[in-house]
């Protein structure tokens, strides 16, 4: 099995940064995309921002030219650059991965993955 943990959030001023990170562990052979979720209280959970294995990325409009996705292979980490951060930002981040795994007597078996979210709180 895999294993998402994140880390990175906390409290900040509006305007100002935080960096999430999320490091994926366990069964993986590869992995076919990282991205970023988050939900407000009383608010479905949305994308914010998705890098492939390829290195595409793409983002919410809301987060467009503020957010920052990157990756490090090498680490299986994944990470959330967030600039310019506003009160409406304010939201528990999900780490989500498509992974790629070997199971012995089965082969190379593709799931879905969560991590257990870290807390973003924007606020004067």
């Known amino acids: 099995q895999v294993q998402l943990v994140e880390s990175g959030g906390g409290l900040v001023q509006p305007g100002g940064s935080l960096r999430l990170s999320c490091a994926a562990s366990?069964?993986?052979?590869?992995?076919?995309?990282m991205g970023w979720y988050r939900q407000a209280p009383g608010k479905q959970r949305e994308l914010v921002a998705v890098i492939t294995s390829g290195g595409s990325t793409n983002y919410a409009d809301s987060v467009k030219g503020r957010f920052t996705i990157s990756r490090d292979n090498a680490k299986n980490t994944v990470y959330l650059q967030m600039n310019s951060l506003k009160p409406e930002d304010t939201a528990v981040y999900y780490c989500?991965?498509?992974?790629?795994?070997?199971?012995?007597?089965?082969?190379?078996?593709?799931?879905?993955?969560w991590g257990q979210g870290t807390q973003v709180t924007v606020s004067s």
């Open positions: 366990g069964n993986i052979f590869s992995i076919y995309a």
């Open positions: 989500n991965a498509d992974i790629l795994g070997v199971r012995v007597g089965i082969g190379p078996i593709k799931d879905n993955y």
